[in-house]
Nanobody
């Protein structure tokens, strides 16, 4: 089970940190990813991190502004979001995959319920 938290309302240029807590003892066996879905749009890839946290991968739209990290001792993955823009407004989902480096939602096996991020201009 994956549970996201940390969403909210922030002004453009601000920051938020999302957390995703996983239950179970196999967290470190999964690569983790963040996706987002804005109203009327398809779900899109944001970032991914490898099992150990040693490798990361970002969508071009967030590169340089967002940072994904994980703490396997706490079974938690994070998404630090800086310099937020109104176009970052979406429901953000974390997901777990046996594959690292995929930006395809179909390659992710487990999903959280999502957390809303709203960026005002």
């Amino acid at each position: 089970q994956l549970v996201e938290s940390g969403g909210g309302l922030v002004q453009a240029g601000g920051s938020l940190r999302l957390s995703c807590a996983a239950s179970g003892s196999t967290f470190s066996s999964y690569a983790m990813g963040w996706f987002r879905q804005a109203p009327g749009k398809e779900r899109e890839f944001v970032a991914a991190i490898s099992w150990s946290g040693g490798s990361t991968y970002y969508a071009d739209s967030v590169k340089g502004r967002f940072t994904i990290s994980r703490d396997n001792a706490k079974n938690t993955v994070y998404l630090q979001m800086n310099s937020l823009k109104p176009e970052d407004t979406a429901v953000y989902y974390c997901a777990a995959s046996a594959l690292y480096g995929s930006s395809l939602s179909g390659d992710y096996d487990y999903w959280g319920q999502g957390t809303q991020v709203t960026v005002s201009s």
